[in-house]
């Protein structure tokens, strides 16, 4: 059976929403699905997006099924009109009526909406994304529902919690000469800094967080919302250069870091074919594993048996991801795990504690759940398993240790995981992630210093959901917002996901980046009706091998002309350099390398797939550019 490009990319046949450019002058939207997305002047992204959306109880989207939709292009103006209806899990609907304006100067999105009962929700309405690159740090004017303006600046460093509310209206310089105001009516509006769940946005949204959620909509009524874009212009723009039709240029730098170790994550579910599969961590080079134990969702000395007879086959070190159900004294329950841990002849190299309440967000307005103080908690870790290296931090995402900062004094090493499907999970938005995972490792920075840093494990689905009470079950395979499993994981998308996770994070110092599981949804085997035959290995693999290969050698910084579609990261070996390119976007790139004499280049591309997807071959590089398809992952070997 010949499979089809789109099973290849992102193990998924499921085709994304069409987009339609609308375009009036020099301004120009997206129309995805109904919302916009790429709000462009001259070229340049003024907003990421406006978007009418509806959150169930537990933060889960709601979809929209559109009908009626009208699109009227006069001269320089367009015109969209629609009705939408949102399904809540228990079958109320709420309509929505839809009307989209567009001309040279402005774009307004106006939204009336009635629910046919009462509609249980976390949020609706509507959700207005201001870009990260080139606004970061920049100056923004924030006028609020009492007419005063707050002259202010888009968050640096990530804010755990909301830099403005009651907002009316937020104004900045999109570039030099074009103001962009951005004005919304209808419902109390306050903004997060959503690089906390490495979405690439500022996201400005109804409905204050510290107000009671879920809320009712009451059955017949009908509420009303509104967003308008201007764009005033005191001077000619510049059209942005798309780069159509030329190579990216790539440039290499040595820096005083080195790569980090790369771990796999085992979970106790997993445990027979964790074992079946034992030796792949010594095929793939990962030299620790990220152990999940819970006590609270029965785990016990069979699990730590399972860990480890793995860590024997593979010789890895093991750190034990410990969570602490907090309900009899510390130094019992601790003194309780130690023991099963000794009974099972479990060695480990680091444990990681964190009380098991802390893996729920407590949303800015929230109570804090009862919690032993960290203080406490890490004190009885360290009687329990004196002497071992100690780690702390969040195991759920960089939000909750952004909002509950840590005492470092007592930790050998800080940890966290991110999620890229908190909010989205279309491909653009999961891609945009890493414009935000920058910012992640810059804040940790910052607040930590240069303590030791570990990340992961962090994978496109999500293992655990802080916002609500489970992860989104995805049976058919979709690209499903906080979804347990996601289909791109087992294609060429999830392998180029993984070299640009590793990539981004490259210069922030880890000693360990976990990126994957040894089995299940989040790992390495492939299951039955994946693009790999069930039993082989995931295009990730290979990724992680490469980046195994390279853990403790000095880190080559890659910049490239074009960093939204290719990114990198390399390193310094004996040989030479090496260096891996991950095209992140659905377009063939061209890549510029400059004097390839004597170099060899590895592919991980649809071709390979369709091939054999076995170990990947090098070829001599006879040539100065490199075509890089959709998706694509290459190994360049740059001799001295």
Not at 447 to 458: A, K
Request: overall charge negative; hydrophobic content about 40%.
């Amino acid at each position: 059976m010949t499979l089809s490009r789109a099973f290849l990319l992102f193990g998924s046949d499921e085709s994304e929403p069409t987009v339609q450019r609308l375009q009036a002058g020099q301004l120009s939207v997206d129309l995805v699905g109904g919302n916009l997305r790429a709000i462009r002047f001259a070229g340049r992204e003024v907003l990421r997006g406006i978007s009418f959306l509806v959150r169930d109880r537990d933060w889960g989207t709601c979809e929209a099924a559109l009908d009626g939709v009208q699109i009227e292009e006069v001269a320089d103006r367009a015109t969209v009109r629609y009705t939408a209806r949102f399904v809540a899990p228990d079958g109320a609907i709420l309509r929505c009526d839809a009307t989209i304006a567009l001309d040279p100067q402005s774009v307004s999105f106006a939204a009336d909406f009635t629910p046919d009962r009462a509609f249980e929700t976390a949020r609706a309405g509507f959700v207005v994304l201001h870009p990260v690159v080139g606004v970061a740090g920049r100056p923004v004017a924030v006028e609020h529902g009492d007419g005063t303006v707050e002259h202010a600046v888009f968050p640096d460093f990530i804010e755990p919690w909301q830099p403005f509310k009651n907002i009316s209206a937020i104004t900045h310089e999109a570039m030099p000469g074009v103001m962009a105001e951005c004005r919304m009516t209808g419902d109390v509006f306050e903004m997060e800094d959503q690089r906390n769940w490495t979405d690439g946005s500022y996201k400005t949204y109804v409905r204050p967080l510290a107000l009671p959620w879920p809320y009712m909509l009451k059955a017949g009524e009908t509420l009303c919302q509104s967003v308008r874009l201007t764009i005033a212009q005191s001077a000619p723009s510049a059209a942005a250069d798309g780069r159509p039709g030329k190579a990216i240029e790539i440039s290499l730098a040595d820096i005083s870091r080195t790569l980090p170790e790369i771990g796999l994550g085992l979970r106790p579910e997993n445990l027979t074919e964790e074992l079946r599969h034992a030796g792949l961590v010594t095929e793939l080079g990962a030299r620790h594993l990220v152990c999940h134990f819970d006590t609270g969702a029965g785990h016990g000395v069979e699990a730590l048996s399972g860990f480890r007879r793995v860590a024997q086959a593979s010789g890895a070190k093991v750190t034990l991801e410990c969570f602490l159900a907090c309900r009899q004294p510390l130094d019992e329950e601790l003194k309780a795990i130690a023991a099963d841990v000794e009974t099972a002849g479990l060695t480990l190299s680091s444990i990681a504690v964190s009380p098991s309440v802390d893996r729920q967000s407590t949303p800015p307005g929230s109570a804090w759940p009862d919690c032993p103080p960290l203080e406490a908690v890490y004190a009885a870790a360290q009687r329990a398993f004196p002497g071992l290296p100690l780690g702390g931090g969040m195991f759920s995402y960089f939000t909750e240790l952004n909002r509950k900062r840590v005492p470092p004094a007592p930790l050998s090493y800080l940890t966290h995981c991110t999620n890229p499907i908190v909010h989205a999970a279309d491909d653009l938005s999961v891609m945009q992630t890493f414009e935000a995972l920058r910012h992640v490792t810059r804040s940790v920075r910052a607040i930590y210093g240069d303590r030791p840093y570990r990340i992961g494990p962090s994978t496109i689905a999500m293992r655990q959901n802080p916002y609500g009470s489970a992860t989104k079950d995805n049976p058919l395979g979709r690209r499903i917002a906080m979804a347990n499993r996601d289909p791109r994981h087992n294609a060429l998308f999830g392998a180029a996901w993984t070299l640009a996770y590793a990539a981004t994070v490259a210069e922030a110092g880890l000693e360990v980046l976990t990126l994957s599981t040894l089995c299940g949804p989040f790992g390495l085997i492939a299951a039955a009706g994946e693009p790999v035959a069930e039993g082989g290995k995931r295009p990730l693999f290979h990724v992680l091998k490469w980046l195994a290969e390279l853990s403790g050698h000095t880190c080559v910084s890659v910049e490239t002309s074009a960093p939204d579609t290719l990114v990198g990261v390399g390193a310094v070996t004996d040989g030479g350099r090496t260096v891996l390119l991950a095209n992140i976007s659905v377009e063939m790139q061209v890549v510029s390398l400059g004097n390839v004499r004597k170099s060899m280049l590895t592919l991980i591309d649809e071709n390979w797939m369709r091939e054999c997807a076995g170990e990947p071959k090098a070829l001599d590089l006879r040539e100065e550019c490199v075509r890089l398809p959709a998706y694509a992952v290459a190994r360049i070997e740059f001799p001295r």
